[in-house]
């Protein structure tokens, strides 16, 4: 299922289209024809400049309007009666991310046959931010529509049930030990234990964490092509004599890159014996035409590469290598191989892939890449062998990322070999047949507690 952009004057609408003809000649995908208006209102404003911010922790960013809500409503009630049509009798419905929150409430009431089952790829907030929400209560009575709901991590699942006890008078049917598969302790997310059902008085909902996996064959089909191979050896040519601290994220105030240059610029201050010794190669793809909220964050960060670079830099030598545009998947796995330090350090971030992508190609390579990484990430409840550090913290920024670039070969090779682990066993298609097969009503596992 998929929106398109279209307008009556356009013309007949296609209502499917192929995805992959080669590759699967069967799967079509249903099209939902949306005005630019309603892209717009839905996508690029409400959804960026409302729910972006709120789920990210930075509520007092957020702009609610009511009759931008009344579109985000429309667009729901297009999915849903788009998906009524297409699925069969008793049907599984798998819905992605905030963006389709309330496509549940109006499924469950147009196909009442239906299993409904919703994962949330952003982060979910506590009770005392997501609260400000206007339309809390109409969000979350949705989600509890569904059969199942799925979340990264079990903190964002324990939140969600926080928000919801706010709202309904739940009870408790059944909770589940998080160790060992994440981190409960010395991490900003860790959880000892979380909720896996509940009952809102009309239905059973079943909870888990699933943190998103990595399609392993991706990176090693890239390693694998000569032009990557080339791109390396050109890479490992200009970088001669040269440790490099890689950053790749978007643009965006949650990613922390400006945060990031400041810990950079005190480090250099600090520790005189790295000039051109060490070098940040920043990433950073531009955020989607039309979404102007990041056109002061861009500025500041160029500003600050500007001043970095102004300060310490000398003939031969760039302190920062800033990149403002987007790269082919194949460039950035030649940069992972490189780096030396992966340096990612979101403010807050539901998951976060790219660590994965760097620990994946690493490992493939059997490399000794250190993985410096947000404690406010959700990935850090599960890569278990990365160096965690406070993105709110300039100091323990700097700290990290100078004993990530003087961290023994032994022990960056030993804890490379652990990330490796858990990123090629845990992959897309394990986080895919986890997540229906607990959508079937798997037995819960030994270790679960029942209440």
Not at 78 to 98: I, K, M, P
Not at 209 to 229: F, K
Request: aromatic share 10%.
């Amino acid at each position: 299922m998929a929106w398109a952009e279209h307008d009556e004057t356009d013309g007949p609408f296609d209502s499917h289209t192929t995805v992959d003809a080669e590759r699967y000649p069967r799967l079509t995908a249903a099209r939902v024809p949306l005005s630019k208006e309603q892209v717009d209102t839905f996508y690029k404003r409400f959804s960026k400049e409302a729910f972006w911010p709120t789920l990210h922790t930075f509520w007092e960013r957020a702009a609610f309007n009511e009759a931008d809500w009344q579109v985000f409503l429309q667009v729901n009630r297009a999915f849903a009666e788009r998906t009524a049509r297409e699925a069969a009798e008793g049907a599984t419905v798998w819905l992605h991310d905030y963006n389709l929150w309330m496509v549940p409430a109006y499924l469950r009431e147009l196909r009442p046959d239906l299993r409904l089952a919703f994962f949330h790829h952003t982060y979910f907030p506590s009770a005392d931010v997501f609260n400000v929400v206007p339309w809390r209560r109409q969000i979350v009575g949705s989600l509890l529509q569904c059969d199942y709901i799925g979340f990264h991590i079990p903190r964002q699942v324990e939140n969600f049930v926080d928000v919801a006890r706010g709202v309904f008078p739940l009870e408790t049917l059944a909770r589940q030990n998080c160790a060992p598969r994440f981190v409960i302790y010395g991490c900003a997310v860790g959880l000892d234990s979380m909720t896996t059902e509940v009952d809102t008085g009309m239905r059973r909902v079943k909870l888990g964490a699933h943190p998103v996996g990595l399609d392993l064959d991706r990176v090693r089909n890239a390693l694998a092509r000569e032009a990557v191979q080339q791109a390396m050896s050109r890479l490992r040519q200009e970088l001669a004599g040269v440790r490099l601290i890689l950053a790749v994220e978007r643009l965006d105030y949650t990613k922390g890159v400006l945060e990031k240059l400041q810990a950079f610029e005190a480090m250099l201050a600090a520790n005189p014996e790295l000039h051109g010794k060490v070098t940040l190669a920043s990433i950073c793809v531009p955020a989607a035409q039309e979404i102007s909220v990041y056109d002061t964050l861009q500025g500041q960060i160029e500003q600050a590469v500007g001043r970095i670079n102004g300060r310490f830099a000398s003939i031969g030598w760039t302190p920062v290598q800033f990149f403002f545009r987007s790269h082919p998947f194949d460039e950035v796995v030649a940069w992972y191989a490189m780096a030396d330090v992966m340096w990612i350090t979101p403010l807050r971030d539901g998951l976060n892939l790219v660590a994965k992508e760097f620990v994946a190609t690493q490992g493939l390579l059997d490399g000794c890449g250190v993985l410096v990484l947000s404690e406010f990430a959700g990935a850090a409840a599960e890569l278990k062998g990365a160096l965690l550090t406070n993105p709110h913290d300039t100091a323990d920024l700097a700290a990290t990322c100078y004993l990530a670039l003087n961290m023994p070969k032994s022990e960056a090779r030993a804890r490379l070999r652990e990330l490796y682990g858990i990123v090629s066993f845990n992959d897309i298609r394990r986080w895919g047949d986890e997540f229906l097969g607990s959508l079937q009503q798997q037995p819960l596992p030994a270790e679960a507690i029942e209440v």
